[in-house]
């Protein structure tokens, strides 16, 4: 499916995976393949990661491909260690 101008805004909810590296943060998101950033600190990386989630999505659209949508979860388990 394409993108059709002037259609209503959807509004979704990403996952994102926040990994702490040796210089600071970086972040991914499962369901927009190539959608990555990178900050000095989490909050850092989490600003930069909506603003990588939108460029990804604004490009999208310019080029009338589809939106994914989210279809990734996370769970904590707890295990005895």
Excluded: N
Excluded at 24 to 49: I, N, Q, Y
């Amino acid at each position: 499916m394409r993108w059709p101008p002037g259609r209503i805004h959807e509004k979704m909810k990403y996952l994102i995976v926040i990994e702490e590296t040796g210089i600071g943060f970086s972040a991914f998101s499962p369901d927009l393949e190539g959608c990555v950033a990178t900050g000095a600190s989490r909050k850092e990386v989490e600003k930069a990661m909506k603003e990588a989630i939108d460029f990804h999505i604004d490009g999208l659209k310019q080029e009338g491909c589809e939106i994914p949508k989210p279809h990734t979860f996370a769970e904590y388990l707890e295990i005895s260690a």
